[in-house]
């Protein structure tokens, strides 16, 4: 099978198409074949850096979001058969070699694909989608009539989170360029903030909640924005200035969350996007040749969604 291969570590041109043996499913796992594979910022920095975060080393094969058809079940599975519509994100953060024709995972990795959506949308939610569903859901708890502010709220996950918050009754503040408003307003934004003329530290009072996928300073300039009892969720790996002391004596929460499978979130996932509260947007699609493309255009950061891989028919 075809499938996307680096051997070195660094820019976009390190990704090639080679041909790899097709994977056998073990017990408890699926073979699917993959019609759309979305791509992620974890993408390109584990292309930069040569490892993935689990430790596994080069060469290997990107990618972690997945949309395709069943090709065959490993012994055990009663989730799935052959020929079922699937998405998912299989084994984050262990490698899932989505860039690929065909991959192999545990059947609970995955969940039956929206109704209504190609493929090419399937494969743009996964990661982005339960990582915004993790944290505001799972994590933060978000209730009706709660604020919460979405940093980069145009972005993969920013969008989707969004949704997800005013799917959940919440009054929702994004932070966003000008031109993205009028989107973010279309998207269920009841107030967004342009954060290259306003400082949002300084404007926004009494949330609830933070998503934030930026990190560094953002994280503790946003403890300034939450009422007593409220909560930062942060997106990237607490460094030097992640401000647990800070939130301590603010009277807040501050934590770190690595998003997991999960087949309950995919199903939550699914169940808005049929009921109209949720939809994707997908920047610009890609073949799978063109993955190399596809990271120089999502490392310039001025994409509106999700950017995809089309893998065969």
Not at 197 to 218: C, I, K, M
Not at 254 to 276: C, K, T, W
Request: hydrophobic share 45%; glycine share 12%; proline share 7%.
């Amino acid at each position: 099978m075809r499938a996307v291969s680096q051997d070195r570590a660094g820019a976009p041109d390190v990704l090639k198409v080679v041909e790899v043996p097709r994977p056998v499913p073990g017990r408890g796992e699926i073979l699917v074949r993959v019609r759309a594979a979305g791509v992620n910022p974890a993408d390109w920095k584990t292309r930069e850096r040569g490892v993935f975060a689990d430790g596994s080393g080069m060469p290997f094969t990107l990618g972690f979001d997945v949309a395709g058809v069943v090709e065959a079940v490993g012994a055990g599975v009663t989730l799935f058969g052959a020929g079922d519509e699937v998405f998912g994100m299989p084994r984050f953060p262990h490698p899932a070699g989505a860039y690929a024709e065909y991959v192999t995972a545990p059947a609970r990795h995955f969940a039956p694909r929206p109704q209504g959506l190609t493929a090419v949308e399937a494969g743009a939610l996964p990661l982005a989608a339960l990582t915004a569903w993790q944290a505001l859901v799972d994590t933060a708890d978000v209730r009706p009539g709660q604020r919460v502010l979405v940093h980069a709220a145009a972005g993969g996950v920013g969008h989707l989170a969004v949704q997800i918050a005013k799917a959940r009754g919440a009054y929702v503040i994004g932070t966003a360029r000008a031109a993205k408003h009028e989107l973010l307003r279309s998207l269920g934004a009841d107030e967004v903030i342009d954060y290259r003329a306003q400082d949002f530290a300084e404007t926004v009072r009494d949330v609830d909640v933070v998503l934030d996928s930026l990190g560094g300073p953002h994280c503790v300039r946003s403890l300034r924005t939450l009422r007593p009892g409220g909560t930062l969720v942060a997106l990237l790996p607490p460094d030097g200035t992640f401000p647990v002391e800070e939130a301590e004596a603010a009277g807040v929460r501050a934590v770190f969350m690595l998003v997991e499978p999960d087949h309950a979130g995919l199903r939550g996932i699914a169940s808005l996007v049929e009921q109209g509260c949720l939809r994707v947007l997908v920047d610009q699609v890609f073949p799978l040749e063109e993955a190399a493309r596809a990271h120089a255009l999502g490392e310039t950061g001025r994409t509106t969604g999700k950017i995809v891989l089309s893998v065969g028919p």
